[in-house]
T-cell receptor, first 112, second 114 residues
Framework: AQSVTQLDSQVPVFEEAPVELRCNYS??????LFWYVQYPNQGLQLLLK??????LVESINGFEAEFNKSQTSFHLRKPSVHISDTAEYFC??????????FGAGTRLTVKP | KAGVTQTPRYLIKTRGQQVTLSCSPI?????VSWYQQTPGQGLQFLFE???????NKGNFPGRFSGRQFSNSRSEMNVSTLELGDSALYLC?????????????FGPGTRLTVL
């Protein structure tokens, strides 16, 4: 079975500062990795995903994540955050034929 | 294209009652998954349906059940409600149940059990 650990439950950061949200996974088989974002009173929206190929994946709003197989990590980064990035972020893993497993979430709070 | 819709958005029930939640996937999507989200347990997978057949089921008691109709709309039912069933129930759809596919989530149904 697969599992995901998000190492930080809350990350406060000032506007325009860089941020890294950490995610580690455990699996005995190859997996697909996802980052989702949830704004208050809304469902989850996909930020980016790693399926294969280049280990660095980017989203349209400036986030990027790097798949590191040796460290079984898929950390999410953004070089400069905005107030509007305040949300809860979920890392997820899925192996072929299996259901999606989510981490506990990291609440990112961007302060002015 | 309209997104995933869930009805109702909010629901208040009392212990012992039963509840049915509805999910309409994105047009053309044939796979629907359900999740329960609580502050304590986070996001937990309930079940996945494709072409009216349950493909995967999470570790929930038999009080939780679901079904999918020929038009891909899905319902989940919780019988004999308990206080611990209070949660946000999220539905997600994909075109087909490929693990690499992006799941598109609805806004959820917030169930409160009193």
């Amino acid at each position: 079975a697969q599992s995901v650990t998000q190492l930080d439950s809350q990350v406060p950061v000032f506007e325009e500062a860089p941020v890294e949200l950490r995610c580690n996974y455990s699996s005995s088989v190859s997996v697909y990795l996802f980052w989702y974002v949830q704004y208050p009173n809304q469902g989850l929206q996909l930020l980016l995903k790693y399926l294969s190929g280049s280990t660095l994946v980017e989203s349209i709003n400036g986030f990027e994540a790097e798949f590191n197989k040796s460290q079984t990590s898929f950390h999410l980064r953004k070089p400069s955050v905005h107030i509007s990035d305040t949300a809860e972020y979920f890392c997820a893993v899925r192996a072929s034929g299996n259901d999606m497993r989510f981490g506990a979430g990291t609440r990112l709070t961007v302060k002015p | 294209k309209a997104g995933v819709t869930q009805t109702p958005r909010y629901l208040i029930k009392t212990r012992g009652q039963q509840v049915t939640l509805s999910c309409s996937p994105i047009s053309g999507h044939r796979s629907v998954s359900w999740y329960q989200q609580t502050p304590g347990q986070g996001l937990q997978f309930l079940f996945e349906y494709f072409s009216e057949t349950q493909r995967n089921k999470g570790n929930f008691p038999g009080r939780f059940s679901g079904r999918q109709f020929s038009n891909s709309r899905s319902e989940m039912n919780v019988s004999t409600l308990e206080l611990g069933d209070s949660a946000l129930y999220l539905c997600a759809s994909t075109a087909v149940p490929e693990s690499r596919d992006t799941q598109y989530f609805g806004p959820g149904t917030r169930l409160t059990v009193l």
